[in-house]
């Protein structure tokens, strides 16, 4: 049983569009965090939100936590080749769950 | 930085073997984490770890157990490996308290012929 669903699983755009990736669960979290993948490296974090609600901005990347803390979004404006990689929630209750990841391709 | 080290980026062995994996962090973390990947299926843990000798069973334990008799070092063995357990495997840290982050060596890509 997966807790935590991501969707799209795959997504490939063109530079320049925006996208947004879902992460979703029927479960209350007590904080959510996102993480991005690069081939043959261990995930690396991008952010932690906390609060319900709680909106978090890094450059061209937006993250929402939702107001129930069971759902987040990711979003990417103007993407970069150098935003491709696997994405991936994180949610921590009285353990941590992982999504199921959603893998990035931009291209140039 | 925080530094975790996996002993191993590719390994490959055979069914029935005894396989261990070992992962160095040297930040002095509390928590320690061996997870699987897969694809589609995200990371799933293991086993994890918040002291030294302590262990607890994450997810899918079956045909792994774990070792932690060190701070700074946790080990994941497969007991007699199958093909199944043919996967991606990382090991990551982090500081006590559950809004932490995780800090993740490079993996082991290991392959059970």
């Known amino acids: 049983t997966q807790l935590l669903e991501q969707s799209p699983q795959f997504l490939s755009i063109q530079e320049g569009e925006n996208l947004t990736v879902y992460c979703n669960s029927s479960?209350?979290?007590?904080?959510l965090q996102w993480y991005r993948q690069e081939p043959g490296e261990g995930p690396v974090l991008l952010v932690t939100v906390v609060t319900g609600g709680e909106v978090k901005k890094l450059k061209r990347l937006t993250f929402q936590f939702g107001d129930a803390r069971k759902d987040s979004s990711l979003h990417i404006t103007a993407a970069q080749p150098g935003d491709t990689g696997l994405y991936l929630c994180a949610g921590s209750g009285n353990q941590f769950y992982f999504g199921t990841g959603t893998s990035l391709t931009v291209i140039p | 930085d925080v530094k975790v080290t996996q002993s191993s980026r590719y390994l490959v062995k055979r069914t029935g073997e005894k396989v261990f994996l070992e992962c160095v962090q040297d930040?002095?973390?509390?928590?320690m984490f061996w997870y699987r990947q897969d694809p589609g299926l995200g990371l799933r843990l293991i086993y994890f770890s918040y002291d030294v000798k302590m262990k607890e069973k994450g997810d899918i334990p079956e045909g792994y157990s774990v070792s932690r008799e060190k701070k700074e070092r946790f080990s994941l063995i497969l007991e007699s490996a199958s093909t199944n357990q043919t996967s991606m495997y990382l090991c990551?840290?982090?500081?006590?308290?559950?809004?932490?982050?995780?800090?993740f060596g490079d993996g082991t890509r290991l392959s059970i012929l």
């Open positions: 990551a840290s982090s500081l006590s308290g559950s809004n932490q982050p995780q800090h």
């Open positions: 930040m002095d973390h509390e928590n």
């Open positions: 479960s209350v979290f007590s904080s």
